[in-house]
T-cell receptor, first 113, second 111 residues
Framework: NAGVTQTPKFRVLKTGQSMTLLCAQD?????MYWYRQDPGMGLRLIHY???????AKGEVPDGYNVSRLKKQNFLLGLESAAPSQTSVYFC????????????FGPGTRLTVL | GENVEQHPSTLSVQEGDSAVIKCTYS??????FPWYKQELGKGPQLIID?????GEKKDQRIAVTLNKTAKHFSLHITETQPEDSAVYFC??????????FGKGTSLLVTP
């Protein structure tokens, strides 16, 4: 039982390049989330999903897109990376919103030059 | 949206002492209050949580207290150990899907 895994662990992009971050969970959780973490800012929600085939915007969705084609996977895309998207990205999942507990992955450190 | 304030931003204690971190929130409908611990290079991990129908919850050296009237809740760590050194985040949720996080407290426990 690996929990929540994220790929890749590190990435450096040039401004304007695109990339996709992959999150996978093996706990059969319905809910999945993407956060970004910046120094002094805590964790801010980018997008989330309440089930396979659904996505919704969080607090800071601009510049990102997401897809949830399979229940166990949640993809975060950057179509045209900007230096302001330099951050550590965390994926999380939870069984239900009533349950509350979110389980986090190890993070992806992204640098945009 | 929900506004979560967390204090202090940094905290240094000696091994064996107690540490207290406080959070305040703005939405009176909030009903779930978890605390997460984040070690260097890792993702946050839930350490304790409390729901709005409970005033206090303990788990060994860790306790959380909730004052719904004043809209604040606190994390208490007793008999601190060097391995307690980490960044701690409070969070708040209501009937929605998202957690609103505080900005974190960097706790350092010195031997």
């Amino acid at each position: 039982n690996a929990g929540v895994t994220q790929t890749p662990k590190f990435r450096v992009l040039k401004t304007g390049q695109s990339m996709t971050l992959l999150c996978a969970q093996d706990m059969n959780h319905e809910y999945m989330y993407w956060y970004r973490q910046d120094p002094g800012m805590g964790l801010r929600l980018i997008h989330y999903s309440v089930g396979e085939g659904t996505t919704a915007k969080g607090e800071v969705p601009d510049g990102y897109n997401v897809s949830r084609l399979k229940k166990q996977n949640f993809l975060l895309g950057l179509e045209s990376a900007a230096p302001s998207q330099t951050s550590v990205y965390f994926c999380a999942s939870s069984y239900s919103r009533l349950q509350g507990t979110q389980y986090f992955g190890p993070g992806t450190r992204l640098t945009v030059l | 949206g929900e506004n979560v304030e967390q204090h202090p931003s940094t905290l240094s204690v000696q091994e064996g002492d107690s540490a207290v971190i406080k959070c305040t929130y703005s939405d009176s409908a909030s009903n779930y209050f978890p605390w997460y611990k984040q070690e260097l290079g890792k993702g946050p991990q839930l350490i304790i949580d409390i729901r709005s129908n409970v005033g206090e919850k303990k788990d060994q050296r860790i306790a959380v207290t909730l004052n719904k009237t004043a809209k604040h809740f606190s994390l208490h760590i007793t008999e601190t150990q060097p391995e307690d050194s980490a960044v701690y985040f409070c969070a708040v949720a209501n009937s929605g899907y998202a957690l609103n996080f505080g900005k974190g407290t960097s706790l350092l426990v010195t031997p």
